[in-house]
């Protein structure tokens, strides 16, 4: 089983629908996640962070955290073209100080 | 702030040449961090450091790869014999903490596009 696990994609999504990405970890004492947006040839960008169990909202992008399922979600409210990516779900393992474990990415396309 | 700086930008060289990639990290990051990045094998950490010092060097593939950090500005990663199988994307990233431990996210350098023909 794999650290952290993502749908590859591609998650098609109409223009100003929401799109919804998923993340599954499997060390249970993890305690640090993050989302990252990487666009064709560029490097990741950090958009999220997350902490607590619950929701995390800022401007159009909400991260949800559930530790006793082990997931991790983004959602993207009205998504646009300039949506169009590969989000990468990054988690800081329990054993580790500070050392990002990353899933393979979820590409999307948002289409006009 | 000029963000994470690496270079060169791209690198194209013969199987069994020395390969040199550099990294300047963000000024009071006293973390540095070397992922490379493939379509089959996603972003692995190759090695990171903390305050110069390497912490975790797991996922060194092997003995041809080496880093270094000699001061809190500047960090190299040296693959020495290059194999085509190095070909890759190498990111280098740093970042910082709070107080409590909780670690912030990284910021990514732009990357080096790794070729060895």
């Known amino acids: 089983q794999k650290e952290v696990e993502q749908n590859s994609g591609p998650l098609s999504v109409p223009e100003g629908a929401i799109a919804s990405l998923n993340c599954t970890y499997s060390d249970r004492g993890s305690q640090s996640f993050f989302w990252y947006r990487q666009y064709s040839g560029k490097s990741p960008e950090l958009i999220m962070s997350?902490?607590?169990?619950g929701d995390k909202e800022d401007g159009r992008f909400t991260a949800q955290l559930n530790k006793a399922s082990q997931y991790v979600s983004l959602l993207i409210r009205d998504s646009q073209p300039s949506d169009s990516a590969t989000y990468l779900c990054?988690?800081?393992?329990?054993?580790?100080?500070?050392?990002?474990?990353f899933g393979g990415g979820t590409r999307v396309l948002v289409k006009p | 702030d000029a963000g994470v700086i690496q270079s060169p930008r791209h690198e194209v060289t013969e199987m069994g040449q020395e390969v040199t990639l550099r990294c300047k990290p963000i000024?009071?990051?006293?973390?540095l961090f070397w992922y490379r990045q493939t379509m089959m094998r996603g972003l692995e950490l190759l090695i990171y450091f903390n305050n110069n010092v390497p912490i975790d060097d797991s996922g060194m593939p092997e003995d041809r790869f080496s880093a270094k950090m000699p001061n809190a500005s500047f960090s190299t990663l040296k693959i020495q014999p290059s194999e085509p199988r190095d070909s890759a994307v190498y990111f280098c990233?740093?970042?910082?903490?709070?107080?409590?431990?909780?670690?912030?996210?990284?910021?990514f350098g732009s990357g080096t596009r790794l070729t060895v023909v």
């Open positions: 000024s009071g990051h006293d973390y």
């Open positions: 997350i902490y607590s169990n």
């Open positions: 990054a988690v800081n393992p329990r054993a580790a100080v500070n050392k990002l474990t």
């Open positions: 990233a740093s970042s910082s903490h709070a107080g409590t431990g909780v670690p912030y996210g990284y910021t």
